[in-house]
């Protein structure tokens, strides 16, 4: 992973301006991680709140050339269009920024991808904490092993790590 300095810290939104805000901070994104390489990571994970209600994550895999959208929440109605417009923010965004960083247009080849083959979500209180075990085991090449039932234990865990600073293995 590249750690980036100095990311811009989030501040609270409207619920109109919720869909559109990464689209339009791209400027103010790039202007923060203008030292920042992307290409030099593989892989680049955002989780994106939606309305202050629900969490979806947003994977950039450079080494396949994939942009993920992936919604834990099978029972989550309306999200397809946030799905859909948070896809095409982040390819907005990744291409905006290659271009200004490197004066040429992005190489051609990513594409945009809607995982479905994800542990789902049955309740309305975890999608966040689905976003982080999805983020954990993508970033390391694990298998989604995880399902609703383990929440309670991974909350508890992810408290722990917090608490004395250190990660533990899946």
């Known amino acids: 992973f590249v750690e980036c300095q100095q990311v811009p810290q ?9 869909h559109h805000l990464f689209a339009r901070e791209v400027r103010g994104i790039q202007h923060q991680l203008q030292h920042c390489d992307f290409l030099t990571a593989d892989i680049g994970l955002i989780p994106f709140n939606i309305d202050r209600k629900h969490w979806i994550l ?8 994939q942009l993920t959208v992936v919604d834990n929440y099978a029972g989550c109605t309306g999200t397809w269009n946030d799905r859909q417009e948070i896809g095409n923010a982040m390819y907005h965004f990744l291409t905006e920024w290659y271009r200004r960083r490197y004066k040429k247009p992005l190489p051609t080849g990513f594409r945009l991808h809607f995982d479905h083959d994800i542990p789902i979500q049955t309740n309305g209180l975890d999608c966040g904490m689905f976003v982080l075990k999805t983020a954990e ?13 383990d929440m309670e234990f991974y909350r508890e865990r992810t408290a722990w790590e917090v608490a004395h600073g250190e990660l533990r293995y899946p």
């Open 137 to 149: 085991f993508y970033s390391r090449g694990q298998p989604y092993i995880f399902c609703q039932d």
């Open 58 to 65: 947003g994977i950039i895999d450079f080494n396949i050339r």
């Open 10 to 18: 989030r501040r609270p939104v409207g619920q109109q301006q919720t």
